[in-house]
């Protein structure tokens, strides 16, 4: 029951593309703050199918991993009971919405955003109207949901910034419209980077699967994995300038450990990279452990995860639709009568 003397808890969205298997980068950059932000927040969380098809999709994949993806989510510790949870493409008010948000969207501020840029270098026989306009769908995600707060890693910070920008000139033009949202970007494990070449973002969609750690990975791969990490030519464990590599492994450390640069620092004096590299690597694979059992406990339930999709695509259905009228009837699009 609500109850008006209640305080009205804040928003999140946020959303993981289906492109591969999560990453240990999207998991401490991104999902496990999901987690915790559950206890204060009401969450939606979406698997974006949508986005994820700005880049060549095997169908078969695409589908196969949209199941996972929700799977993947329960399995990281996003609670069913407490969140919303549902698949871009159910819900068709984020492509309704995005046209909308399209037509007061710039073409110069599309234009400066990196993601943009560096995709189109990456598949430069695809480059794409909807690699372009990215960046208006994810704002029409976020602003359906009158979000205040948008947990992800450092790399979207440039999108929720361009969603801030259609919010407020949006509410500009029309009137108070949208909740203007602002990024939660967490400290340590914004930027987890390619175990094969620490100058680049760990990606799920890497060619090269030395480079990542998936949160499903075996014990053993995922350990093997970090052993062979690139780092330097120096042996000692300090996080400091050129020391790249061994600075992305700390980042990952502490993000599981909650321990301090400084702490670690303590704990590896005079032993070398090799015992560092096992410690990070065991720890990893013992943190994930449980993700992978419920992972394959829930993949097995096909049925479950499905009716949670059509339940979570209701939900957010619904809150969707409720501001899609809103801007509909602000823009001067003819209401019929009911
Ligand atoms: P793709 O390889 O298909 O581009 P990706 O692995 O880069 O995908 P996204 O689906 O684009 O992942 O990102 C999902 C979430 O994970 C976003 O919040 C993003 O900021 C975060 N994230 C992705 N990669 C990293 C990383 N290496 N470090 C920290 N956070 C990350
Ligand atoms: N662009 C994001 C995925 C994404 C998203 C969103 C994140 C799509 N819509 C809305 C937060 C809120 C990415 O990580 N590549």
């Known amino acids: 029951m609500e109850n008006n003397t209640e305080i009205k808890r804040k928003k999140i969205f946020s959303g993981v593309q289906p492109s591969g298997v999560l990453t240990i980068g999207n998991y401490l950059g991104a999902i496990k703050n999901w987690v915790s932000l559950q206890q204060d927040y009401d969450c939606i969380y979406c698997v974006v199918d949508m986005h994820a098809i700005t880049v060549r999709q095997n169908p078969a994949d695409l589908r196969r991993r949209t199941l996972e993806g929700l799977a993947l989510y329960i399995a990281c510790g996003i609670d069913p009971d407490k969140s919303i949870m549902f698949v871009q493409s159910h819900v068709p008010a984020h492509a309704e919405l995005s046209w909308v948000l399209g037509c007061n969207t710039m073409f110069g501020e599309l234009s400066r955003m990196t993601q943009f840029k560096d995709k189109s270098k990456k598949h430069s026989d695809n480059v794409n109207a909807g690699l372009f306009t990215y960046p208006v769908l994810m704002a029409a995600d976020i602003l359906l949901y009158q979000t205040d707060v948008v947990p992800v890693g450092i790399d979207q910070k440039q999108h929720i910034e361009i969603a801030r920008d259609i919010a407020e000139r949006f509410n500009g033009v029309y009137g108070d419209t949208f909740t203007v949202p602002e990024a939660y970007i967490p400290k340590v494990g914004m930027k987890i980077t390619s175990l094969t070449d620490p100058s680049k973002k760990m990606s799920k969609s890497d060619p090269n699967p030395n480079s990542y750690v998936n ?8 350990i093997r994995k970090i052993k062979r990490a690139v780092t330097d030519s120096d042996s000692e464990v300090r996080f400091a300038e050129g020391k790249d590599g061994i600075c ?87 209401q019929l009568p009911r």
């Open 248 to 334: 992305n492994l700390m980042n990952i450390y502490s993000s599981f450990t909650g321990k301090s640069y400084e702490k670690i620092e303590k704990e590896f004096t005079g032993k070398g990279y090799g015992d560092f590299k096992l410690a990070v690597g065991e720890t990893c694979a013992d943190c994930l452990q449980p993700i992978r059992d419920e992972f394959s406990r829930l993949t097995a339930d096909k049925s479950y995860l499905e009716s949670l999709m059509k339940d979570g695509a209701e939900k957010a259905g619904y809150i969707a639709r409720k501001t899609l009228s809103k801007v509909y009837r602000k823009i001067g699009f003819y």
């Open 215 to 222: 949160i499903i990975e075996s014990r053993d791969d995922t």
